[in-house]
């Protein structure tokens, strides 16, 4: 099976922080990461991320502030990938709010998913590229979880750097 998903990166650059919620359901339970899910048939990536951050935090973003800084293939099993494509955005609307997928939303400081990314009960593989993607630079990642681990064990991380996406 494989599932395309978008995540999203609330950044507030004034204040120098990052808005995530602790997941509630489904891959990662638990663990803080920003608001995304599946996208839907016919969908395209900008509305998908769009439409879950309106549904899981409550606030309104526009497709074109989206800026995309990853994507990554991840690896749960022998017959289970999750492409995820991961944006961060500067401007919404609305204040962010816990809702039904995503519960105690906190607004990390950026120095700390920097430097310290593993204080942070983050999904193991996102403890390697958030430091990478808060240093401005762009990736295309693959992670192999051990299957069972609620992706907290890691067995294989490997990225590449790149300018851009050819999507």
């Known amino acids: 099976m494989k599932l395309v998903c978008t995540v999203v990166f609330l950044l507030n650059e004034e204040e120098q922080k990052i808005y995530m919620g602790r997941k509630t359901q489904k891959i990662g339970v638990g663990k803080f990461t920003g608001p995304g899910g599946k996208r839907q048939e016919g969908e395209t990536l900008t509305a998908c991320a769009a439409r879950e951050v309106k549904e899981e935090v409550g606030v309104t973003i526009k497709e074109s502030d989206l800026e995309k800084v990853a994507v990554i293939s991840f690896h749960n099993g022998p017959d289970f990938e ?3 494509h ?14 039904d997928e995503m519960k105690q939303g906190t607004w990390f400081p950026l120095w700390r998913l920097r430097w310290f990314p593993w204080s942070v009960k983050m999904m193991a593989a996102d403890r390697r590229f958030m430091p990478l993607l808060l240093s401005g630079r762009k990736i295309i990642g693959w992670a192999t979880y051990r299957e069972g ?5 890691l067995l294989h ?3 590449q750097i790149v300018e851009k996406f050819d999507d």
């Open 157 to 159: 991380w490997h990225h």
């Open 82 to 84: 999750v492409v995820v």
């Open 149 to 153: 681990s609620n992706q907290g064990r």
């Open 86 to 99: 991961f944006f961060l955005v500067t401007k919404w609307s609305g204040q962010p709010r816990d809702g």
